[in-house]
């Protein structure tokens, strides 16, 4: 069962996502803010669904969405929108969408064949890199070319966008370097453990697409 206080952690979360302020979001969803806030910092908090369906109208977002109870299942399982368009994006826009840390795909080849894991990834001068350990799966991708890949969805509106970033996979073995990637890394590896070896992707092209409804 999902924690009741996920719900105020997916409100907070989804606000900061669009860049609005508790007041706002209580506007939209003609609540008080006092009450927003309530449902934000109380673990306990059990919010109505009539209150939910408006906050989730005001957020851009769903109820099972803000409830947690898609979390089991894939992105994208809405239906697409009624008239989408595809669009390429600029270098500039893929690299604003890249942004300086997030979670992404990198491919590798391993003795089993292919295979596609997620990092937690930095983003340091001009190039991509993840930390890990030698043995696992994502290590398999330095001393070769790799494709990284990160993405988006907002099942709210059925659009989304991907960037994919292709060049050669190294170990980064200068402690200068190390240095940074650490200094500059957001979050230790979501998945835990020893993770202290750093793999950096420079990229020979970056690429990306978005979907947006017309």
């Not at 402690?175 to 453990?193: D, F, I, K, N, Q």
């Not at 070896?197 to 020979?204: A, E, G």
């Given at each position: 069962m999902r924690n009741p206080g996920d719900i105020g952690r997916r409100v907070v979360a989804r606000r900061e996502e669009l860049g609005l302020t508790r007041e706002q979001v209580a506007a939209r969803a003609g609540t008080a803010a006092d009450y927003l806030r309530y449902v934000e910092e109380r673990p306990t908090a059990s919010p109505g669904t009539g209150f939910l369906i408006r906050?989730?109208?005001?957020?851009?977002?769903?109820?099972?969405?803000l409830r947690g109870s898609d979390a089991d299942l894939p992105p994208?399982?809405?239906?697409?929108?009624?008239?989408?368009e595809l669009t390429e994006l600029d270098p500039g826009e893929c690299w604003a969408r890249l942004s300086t840390h997030g979670v992404g795909r990198v491919s590798v080849s391993t003795p089993d064949g292919p295979a596609i894991v997620p990092v937690n990834?930095?983003?340091?001068d001009g190039a991509v890199a993840f930390s890990t350990a030698?043995?696992?799966?994502?290590?398999?991708?330095?001393?070769?070319?790799?494709?990284f890949e990160v993405d988006h969805i907002?099942?709210?509106?059925?659009?989304?966008?991907?960037?994919l970033v292709v060049g050669r996979a190294e170990w980064v073995t200068?402690?200068?370097?190390?240095?940074?990637?650490?200094?500059?890394?957001?979050?230790?590896?979501?998945?835990?453990?020893d993770r202290e070896?750093?793999?950096?992707?420079?990229?020979?092209r970056v690429t990306g697409h978005r979907i947006t409804a017309r």
């Open positions: 906050l989730a109208a005001a957020l851009e977002t769903t109820v099972a969405q994208g399982i809405g239906r697409a929108a009624y008239h989408p990834y930095t983003v340091v030698r043995g696992t799966t994502p290590a398999l991708a330095a001393g070769a070319e790799a494709a907002d099942e709210a509106l059925s659009e989304g966008w991907s960037v200068d402690p200068a370097a190390t240095g940074r990637l650490v200094g500059a890394a957001h979050s230790a590896p979501w998945a835990g453990g070896l750093w793999v950096r992707i420079t990229p020979d």
